[in-house]
């Protein structure tokens, strides 16, 4: 798998990618302890002096110890510690508040931070070990990361070997268990070492640590039988969503039928509209020209009786004339 860099030639491979990514960020947390105070850095990276699982879980419980114990030495005028006396009647100055010299945060309310320490040492150790609610420590939590990776390559073996002991030891002594006589007869009618034994091996068949052959036969036939019926209520499903499936598809065919019988009966109705404007538009030129018609015949006519009037007037004085 390639991709190309914004259209430049550069090619990676995908997994050149992730372990270029991962060396980066196993610089960037090492950069966050090189930042640390020399004591602080020291003292988290001591994981590496850790030869053993046991030794690695006491890490774990003894750093946030360290951590704390270098809070206490911090000089009361500093910045980091808010200082008080322990009681009126003894008239002590210890520190009260504490901002974490890891991440330099302090308590926060409703997303906020209000700009005081951890009460100190209680707040302090839970916001290191992520107690609670309160979140951890940001470097705290890569600190344990990076250890936790160390841990698993170097105790790889090492844990195999003890998880296989173990496992010899565990054989060794159900095989010593087995060969002893069994002279009890349980109320269930299998043979025991005694009625401690009974009793013993009851509570572990009820925690399920034993479970016993005839009723994994029958949880396994009551399983068996919700599968079944569960393939048949998904076959069941499968045939109602097919069938929703044809029956939408159908609707949509009626619809989409309507729709075109819609469309017809709308052109049709609009055709017919346009063609009974076209038959009154018609109606209408043939009534205009009618009435320009008998509107000109009306001016002939009455440009004829005028003419006719002019002429007979013109002759009655033509005749005055010549007498």
Partial sequence: MYYYNYGYACIEKTEGKIERLKCELEDARKTILKILPEELRGLLWSWYRCKSPAEA????????????????????????????????????????????????????????????????????????????????????????????????????????????????????????????????IGPDGKPYLNI???????????????????????????????RIQQEEDAKLREERRIDREEKAKQQEEEAKLRKMKWEEETKLRKEKREEKANQQREKVRLREEKREEEAKKRREKVERRIEKKMKQQEEKRNNENTN
């Fill in 196 to 226: 401690a034994h009974y009793q013993s091996m009851q509570n572990l068949r009820e925690k399920g640590v034993i479970r016993d052959p005839e009723v994994e036969k029958e949880k396994a036939r009551q399983r068996e039988e919700r």
């Fill in 57 to 184: 879980e006491e890490w774990k419980d003894t750093i946030v110890e360290e951590i704390l114990d270098y809070v206490y030495n911090i000089p009361h005028d500093s910045p980091m510690v808010t200082t008080g006396i322990y009681h009126p009647y003894v008239p002590e100055i210890i520190i009260k508040r504490a901002y974490c010299p890891l991440c330099g945060s302090g308590t926060q309310s409703w997303g906020e931070w209000t700009g005081e320490g951890f009460a100190f040492p209680e707040g302090l150790r839970r916001h290191l070990i992520g107690y609670g609610k309160m979140s951890i420590c940001s470097v705290m939590e890569q600190v344990l990361i990076m250890a936790g990776e160390h841990w698993r390559e170097a105790f790889a073996e090492q844990i195999r070997l003890e998880k296989e002991q173990a496992d010899a030891r565990l054989a060794e002594a159900a095989e010593a268990l087995l060969a002893k006589p069994r002279n009890y």
